[in-house]
Structures are given as structure tokens and as C-alpha cells.
């Protein structure tokens, strides 16, 4: 566990793909290092920066009862390519899987063109697609260990670096969320996905009145469990590194407006906005933006969230 994210989820991949003579993996130039000696094979196909035809080709492979497996960045693979997605693969409820690499600012450096923070809602507003967040380490070899037990469409956001810092958390596919820290008489709850799931367990430590939930699965989940557990709390907040619209805000606000429950909630997410700054860290981005952990922490304290 104690290695890169992506490593771990593409030696998973890997593994399969050597095994299973009806998987192909599709990237549009993209490398990953876990599949580096498998590029060679007659099953792996790099169309180059053609992201449509790449959808094209992945679609006409899982037409034939193959698995495609495509990846690449994260906005290059959803933008470039929405109606393709859309209609070559979704409508077909097809045996496709894209796992997009570098979610909301880890590529921070490269500005907007790079910074994936709208593209959970983009596929979600596809009817057939089925979306993951991976968050930490643990989730990372849960999901790409169990990949082609999610049938149909799925669009899986995958991060970058050593994302080890959860211990003792077993994630349920199907439940679709679970706590990742737990305080004694908490009542407040922090709602999260994906790299900011680490400073929401790192501030619930500090403040020790804070429960922490990773809600990384955003189609089919255990909807009714997950309004009972979140409902119980005196306070809601939502801390999510991507726009209010493009991430799980608007999912969560919709799902407790149906079920009537009179919640108190208040959200801290990514100004809708294009950031036109380059060679920025993606702490420096947080702090620009003002939704950094000492953000999320200052507000916490002034119950200003």
C-alpha cells in the first residue's frame, strides 16, 4: 500500500489485462509507469491526442464483447470527447471503463486546461454512467481489484502521489461511502471526496467534534442508508475540490431535498471560475481559492462554513 495511488490501481489493471485475452486498454498518449511493459502488446492501443477517436475505437471493441479500459487525464478524456461517450458507449451501456487521471488541481501547474473540477457532473448527467472517486490507497486497490464487477459505463477519477494515510477502512463498492474517522459525540459531519478526504481527517483529529464520511460512488450507492446516517448530525458541511455544480454538492443537496429531511448545511467548494495561474502548487491553489485546510479549519471555528 505504501506507494503511489496510480501504481497500485494500474498494477491491479495490469494483472488483469494479462489474464484476460478480452481486455484492451486504450490511452490517447497518456503513460502511466505500472504499464510501461505492456505498451508492446497487441491488445494495448495508443491512438495518440485523438481523444474522440479513441472513444470511437474503445466502443467498437466492447461492441465486439471486449472490455476497454481507457485512460488518460481527467478533462481530456470527458470534454473533448462528451458526445462520443454520451452516445458510442453510454447509450450501448457498453463494457467500458475510463479511468481519468488527475482529478480537480494534481496538475496544478498547468493551468485550466488541467484542472479537473467539473467533470463529475458532466458524467453524471449521463443517464448510463456510473462514477468513482478514488480517494486513498485502500480505495484505489478495492476498485481497481473489483473493476469488472461494476457493469456497464463507468468513469473512474484517479490521483497522483502516496495516498497511504487511511489505516483499518474496508470499502463497500455497493454501499458506496463509508467513515473514514469517527469522534465520540460528534456533531458536526464533514462530507468529502477524493484528495480532500486526508485534510478532512486530519482537522476532525484537531477538533475532535467532527465525523468524517468519503462519499467516493455517486450513481448506484445505498442511498437510504447513507440519508439516515448523514441526517442524524446537528450540521452538514461539504468540502469538495471541484465547483459547486461540477462535483458532489449538488448530488447530496438533491438527494436530502427528496427525502424532506430538515438538514442544516453549508458547503466549501472551488469558485466557479477558469484559474488562469501556472506553476502553482496545489497547496498554493487551495489558498487562492480560499478552500485550503486552514479555510475549512477557520471556518469551523467561527461556524462560518
Not at 496545489?282 to 479555510?295: F, G, P, T, V
Amino acid at each position: 500500500m505504501d506507494k503511489d495511488i496510480r501504481d497500485i490501481f494500474f498494477d491491479n489493471i495490469r494483472s488483469k489485462f494479462i489474464k484476460n485475452n478480452n481486455i484492451f486498454i486504450l490511452t490517447n498518449d497518456a503513460d502511466v509507469f505500472s504499464l510501461k511493459k505492456s505498451r508492446k502488446h497487441k491488445r494495448f492501443i495508443d491512438v495518440g491526442v485523438s481523444e474522440q477517436n479513441l472513444i470511437n475505437v474503445a466502443s467498437g471493441l466492447s461492441k465486439s464483447k471486449k472490455i476497454s479500459i481507457i485512460y488518460g487525464f481527467c478533462t481530456f478524456l470527458t470534454f473533448r470527447c462528451y458526445e462520443q461517450i454520451k452516445f458510442n458507449i453510454a447509450s450501448h451501456k457498453l463494457e467500458c471503463k475510463i479511468i481519468g487521471v488527475g482529478p480537480g488541481f494534481s496538475f496544478s501547474n498547468d493551468g485550466p486546461t488541467h484542472h479537473a473540477i467539473q467533470d463529475i457532473m458532466l458524467m453524471y448527467l449521463i443517464p448510463e454512467m456510473e462514477i468513482i472517486n478514488i480517494s486513498d490507497n485502500i480505495l484505489a486497490n478495492t476498485v481497481s481489484k473489483k473493476l469488472l464487477l461494476i457493469k456497464g459505463p463507468l468513469y473512474v477519477r484517479l490521483d497522483k502521489g502516496n495516498l497511504n494515510y487511511i489505516r483499518n477502512v474496508s470499502y463497500d463498492l455497493n454501499k458506496g461511502f463509508e467513515y473514514i474517522y469517527k469522534n465520540k459525540n460528534a456533531k458536526q459531519l464533514i462530507i468529502t471526496t477524493g484528495y480532500f478526504c486526508k485534510d478532512s481527517i486530519k482537522l476532525a483529529k484537531k477538533l475532535k467534534n467532527i465525523d468524517v464520511i468519503n462519499f467516493f460512488r455517486f450513481k448506484k450507492f445505498n442511498k437510504k442508508l447513507f440519508i439516515s446516517k448523514i441526517t442524524k448530525y446537528k450540521k452538514i458541511n461539504i468540502y469538495d475540490e471541484n465547483t459547486f455544480h461540477g462535483g458532489i454538492s449538488t448530488i447530496i443537496e438533491n438527494l436530502i431535498r427528496r427525502s424532506k429531511k430538515n438538514v442544516n448545511i453549508s458547503y466549501l467548494n472551488v469558485p466557479s471560475l477558469q484559474l488562469f495561474k501556472y506553476s502553482q502548487s496545489r497547496e498554493r491553489i487551495h489558498k487562492i481559492l480560499n478552500i485550503s485546510y486552514d479555510n475549512l479549519l477557520n471556518k469551523i471555528k467561527k461556524n462560518d462554513f
